[in-house]
């Protein structure tokens, strides 16, 4: 899951991306508002977080550009300002949530989870087949026995079985579970695969990652 | 009594109407009352003059030559503008009188020595009378001759004038004080509303203003006033809600750095190496944080003037070697070249250490923008009598709308956000304040690109 963090204050931005990458989250920084819809603009982010007061376009301004640009990404405010006026405003301009400076990390991670469901209902326990990942506790178990997975494979399966049953193009991968500083060489995507059903195999029988030859992989329900 | 002003006005008004009127009044009473009895006065002369044509004097009897004329209607009856006429010798005894007299007789005054006309009365009925002095070829007078005409119409006449006078005064001063009143209040209303809305406007709505009128009168002219104060006023209060939010949001923002930091460090086990970096991040933050608060408590106190500048001669000099060894640390961080010659001394008078402040806070900002390398140059001139300390630098600079508002608390400037400069925009709000507590002016000149220019002078 591919995060933009939209903030000026280079401390808070450092900790939200230190914080959020160890959540296996990828995450990208803009510093100003121009940016910060630039970035928006051009990669599938699934979440962003938005400062409200930052240089250049205002975060109200980024948020509404980039729902005028038809996107529907879920945008959390996370802001200093803290009157109901400001919320109604921040939200009635196209913002999914609003959290309050200064904020609990825990909390912000609750309500970015919050914004990733699936329209099913789906809590914070995904699973496929004989695997479940619980999101919040980072544990991934495979036939209820506990799989130890690093971040980018644990980000990697969540993407996966967030869109199982459909296919997932190398390019929406890398853009979904790899930040902006990553290279586009889509090569690494089969090392983690090799990874992760290498950790998993071991305990289930049947190959539930499979490979679309030519465009990326796909996990299935079995 | 405490009048409003409306009650005033039609109090003033009512009083100076009043005076007139009763002048007016007064005029028409008397004139009328003249003309009356100038009529009267005329008639009574032309029947005396004739009596006295037709009366010859004969060994001190009063002979009436013409007969008929004294047996006129007018002397023998009482009902249609009778004239009586008596004549009387000198002691006062009555020696003839006209038939209309019957047993009454008209008043005589011994004093009355000329012919003049009086009011008097015959059996209780008000007359106009005349008294003519009869007298011999010699000038010796022989008795008088006393003619009288009732005035009893003529008072009617007169009091019903004054009657109707006073009457229609007390009237007119009776309506004129309603409709001044009325008219009084129209006029003060929209003092009124001006007095309504101001009561209205507190704190939470000083938005809101006062309609101006449509005619360019004094309310027009009050109003206008009291909104130009409330503009004032609510762009000191704007400045000053912004100034709290700004210094709140300054203070809460290392506390959330610090805070969100710490956090993400406490999720899980981590090298002791990250652990150090972390902590020495948050006490940066925590020494951030305690800078802004000194400079925040420096402000205040200059502001609420407890403060004094003592002012001294001072080795200007000095000052700023002084402020550039305190920023030497920077200034050697970024390979900086400070010139400054001190080969001419300089003494100026202002607070030594107010100066030093002064002076490491402009340097300070010479310092930030400047890239690596470059050069600050300070200079102390002499310009018109007044020493003028420059402080020059090459750095990223700014647009002339900045230069403007570099002074005010917590501005900065774009170019400094975006360049990643440490700084929270309250020191040359400081030096603003320390300047105008030592009259001591400051200038600045900049160019984007090309750098800045600080003129402090004394």
């Known amino acids: 899951m591919r995060i933009l963090v939209v903030e000026d204050e280079p401390g808070i931005a450092n900790f939200l991306r230190d914080g959020l990458t160890e959540e296996s989250f990828a995450v990208d920084v803009a510093e100003n508002g121009n940016k910060g819809f ?17 240089p250049g376009l205002s975060g109200i301004e980024v948020c509404r550009q980039i729902r005028k640009s038809n996107s529907l990404v879920p945008i959390i405010f996370l802001t200093a300002k803290d009157t ?44 496929l087949g004989s695997i479940t990942m619980n999101l919040g506790t980072h544990q991934v178990f495979s036939n209820s026995k506990e799989v130890e ?74 | 009594m405490q009048f ?5 006005i039609s109090f003033f008004y009512l009083v100076t109407t009043g005076i007139l009127f009763g002048l007016v009044f007064f005029v028409i009473y008397f004139s009328v009352r003249e003309t009356v009895y100038r009529h009267m006065d005329q008639d009574l002369d032309a029947e005396s003059n004739e009596v006295e044509k037709n009366l010859v004097v004969l060994n001190d009897q009063f002979i009436i030559t013409n007969a008929f004329e004294w047996n006129e ?29 019957l047993a009454g007789q008209l008043n005589f005054d011994y004093n009355l020595k000329s012919k003049i006309y009086f009011n008097s009365s015959l059996s209780g009925s008000p007359i106009r009378q005349v008294q003519l ?37 007390w009237l007119v001063l009776f309506v004129l004080f309603y409709i001044t009143r009325f008219i009084a209040g129209k006029s003060i209303s929209p003092i009124n509303k001006v007095i309504e809305i101001s009561e209205r406007i507190t704190k939470e709505n000083l938005d809101e203003r006062i309609e101006l009128p449509s005619h360019k009168d004094e309310i027009y002219k009050l109003t206008s006033t009291i909104n130009n104060l409330l503009n004032r006023l609510e762009d000191a209060v704007l400045r000053e809600k912004q100034f709290t939010s700004d210094a709140s949001h300054e203070l809460r923002t290392p506390l959330a750095v610090i805070k969100g930091t710490l956090e993400v460090l406490i999720r899980k086990p981590r090298s002791v190496e990250d652990y150090e970096n972390k902590i020495k991040y948050c006490i940066n933050e925590v020494d951030r944080m305690s800078t802004l608060i000194d400079q925040l408590l420096m402000l205040a106190r200059s502001e609420s003037g407890k403060i004094t500048p003592v002012i001294g001669m001072i080795d200007l000099n000095k000052c700023v070697q002084s402020s550039i060894q305190r920023m030497w640390k920077y200034i050697d961080e970024k390979k900086l ?62 647009t002339h709308e900045h230069t403007l508002k570099i002074f005010d608390r917590f501005y900065r400037g ?12 309250i020191g040359l709000a400081i030096v603003k304040k320390l300047a105008d507590l030592q009259n001591i002016s400051l200038e600045i000149s900049s160019e984007v690109g090309k750098g800045t220019e600080f003129k402090i002078i004394f």
């Not at chain 1, 695969?193 to 539930?208: E, G, Q």
């Not at chain 2, 409003?4 to 005033?8: D, E, F, M, P």
């Not at chain 2, 009778?82 to 010798?89: A, E, G, K, S, T």
Request: charged share 25%.
């Open chain 2, 133 to 169: 002095p009869i007298k011999n070829p010699l000038g010796t007078t022989l008795g008088y001759i006393v003619a009288a005409m009732p005035l009893e119409e003529s008072s009617i006449v007169l009091q019903n004038l004054f009657v109707i006078l006073m009457t229609t005064y």
């Open chain 2, 337 to 398: 070249i400070v010139s400054f010659d001190d080969s001419k001394k300089n003494f100026v008078s202002a607070d030594s250490s107010m100066t030093e402040t002064i002076l490491e806070n402009i340097l300070s900002n010479a310092v930030k923008y400047s890239p690596e390398g470059n050069e600050i140059q300070i200079k102390i001139d002499s310009i018109n009598g007044k020493t003028v300390c420059k402080i020059k630098d090459f750095g990223i600079g700014m």
């Open chain 2, 414 to 425: 774009d170019e400094s956000r975006n360049f990643q400069v440490e700084g929270n925009g």
């Open chain 2, 73 to 101: 209607r007018e002397h023998g009856q009482i009902e249609v503008n009778p004239v009586f006429i008596q004549i009387v010798d000198t002691t006062g005894k009555v020696i003839k009188k006209t038939g209309n007299l």
């Open chain 1, 84 to 127: 109901v006026s400001d919320t109604v405003f921040g939200l009635e301009a196209g913002a999914n949530d609003y959290i309050r400076k200064p904020f609990q990390f825990e909390e912000l991670l609750a309500r970015i989870r919050v914004q990733l469901r699936t329209k099913e209902g789906e809590q914070n326990i995904l699973s």
């Open chain 1, 149 to 222: 997975l690093t971040q980018k494979e644990f980000a990697l399966l969540e993407y996966l079985i967030r869109n199982k049953n459909k296919v997932c193009t190398r390019t929406r991968i890398i853009e979904h579970v790899w930040d902006i500083h990553f290279d586009a060489d889509t090569s690494v995507i089969d090392v983690y695969i090799n990874f992760l059903r290498k950790k998993l195999h071991d305990v289930s029988a049947k190959s539930f990652i499979s490979t679309v030859r030519g465009v990326g992989y796909i996990a299935r329900d079995l």
């Open chain 2, 4 to 8: 409003n002003l409306r009650n005033r």
């Open chain 1, 38 to 54: 630039e970035l928006a603009s051009t990669n599938d982010y699934d979440l962003v977080l938005l400062d409200w007061m930052i």
